[in-house]
């Protein structure tokens, strides 16, 4: 899977991956939507994002979670 909006500069918020070349760690709005933000509400608070931007940033996650194993609280 190839993503367009997302990047990794090791010279920019210590290599997080963000959006588009921007200040904004991918980890933000994924996070944001997590808490039940609208995207008209993301987009708002984040106006140099676009609506794009947060799908990809979801697929993003998806993504990296798929690639490892995580740690489950036993029943």
Aim: charged share 25%; proline share 8%; glycine share 4%.
């Amino acid at each position: 899977m190839t993503f367009t909006r997302i990047t990794v500069n090791p010279r920019q918020m210590n290599g997080v991956p963000c959006i588009r070349g921007l200040r904004i760690p991918v980890a933000t709005v994924v996070g944001m939507v997590a808490e039940a933000m609208t995207e008209a509400e993301i987009l708002k608070a984040y106006p140099d994002l676009e609506a794009a931007d947060i799908h990809e940033a979801l697929r993003y996650a998806a993504e990296a979670v798929r690639e490892r194993e995580l740690p489950l609280a036993a029943p």
